[in-house]
T-cell receptor, first 112, second 110 residues
């Protein structure tokens, strides 16, 4: 069953703690992306990766970090430096620039 | 800066009616314009997409109209159904840069 798996679906953390969101894909897509979704603001790009061991900052990378050690995996760490981390986080993949993004079902992170 | 402006923010349509969502973009280099549909608690899913060399694309009840000179494109949902109730996002893309509109929450009343 091909697709993008994000886990966990819901995540709760205390302020000041780092937290890592998982994204795994078996679509064999080269490019992977992390977006943040807030009500009324659409989707904003955090980081993206075109190939293994390479990634680029998006518009709102501050307070986040990523790694791309395997083609299938692109975990996102929300650090304590992120001022407003509570949001819905979406992972996506893409074969190339001329193809659509495929999204996972997201992780809702709540930090209190 | 918001490179893709979407309106309206919310839309209520009667079953069987036509839903129309509009988007405007700024960067003339964008060359791919997808629409995504998102249900609560799920990720967005591609609905339909168009490239700027085409003025209209139809897939079933969904049609994209594209006006390159005005830098605008719109989604028309014909014969809207309660199952179409969702949030819709337009987007515009060039290379790795895909910009999303803020979304439109569509409610189709039975």
């Amino acid at each position: 069953d091909g697709g993008i798996t994000q886990s966990p679906k819901y995540l709760f953390r205390k302020e000041g703690q780092n937290v890592t969101l998982s994204c795994e894909q078996n679509l064999n897509h080269d490019a992977m992306y992390w977006y943040r979704q807030d009500p009324g603001q659409g989707l904003r790009l955090i980081y993206y990766s075109q190939i293994v061991n390479d990634f680029q900052k998006g518009d709102i990378a501050e307070g986040y970090s990523v790694s791309r050690e395997k083609k299938e995996s692109f975990p996102l760490t929300v650090t304590s430096a992120q001022k407003n981390p509570t949001a819905f986080y979406l992972c996506a993949t893409r074969t190339d620039y001329n193809s659509p993004l495929h999204f996972g079902n997201g992780t809702r992170l709540t930090v209190t | 800066q918001q490179q893709v402006k979407q309106s309206p923010q919310s839309l209520i349509v009667q079953k069987g009616g036509i839903s129309i969502i509009n988007c405007a973009y700024e960067n003339t280099a964008f060359d791919y314009f997808p629409w995504y549909q998102q249900f609560p608690g799920k990720g967005p899913a591609l609905l339909i997409a168009i490239r700027p060399d085409v003025s209209e694309k139809k897939e079933g009840r969904f049609t994209i109209s594209f006006n390159k000179s005005a830098k605008q494109f719109s989604l028309h949902i014909m014969d809207s159904q309660p199952g179409d109730s969702a949030t819709y996002f337009c987007a515009a893309s060039i290379n790795n840069d895909m910009r999303f509109g803020a979304g439109t929450r569509l409610t189709v009343k039975p």
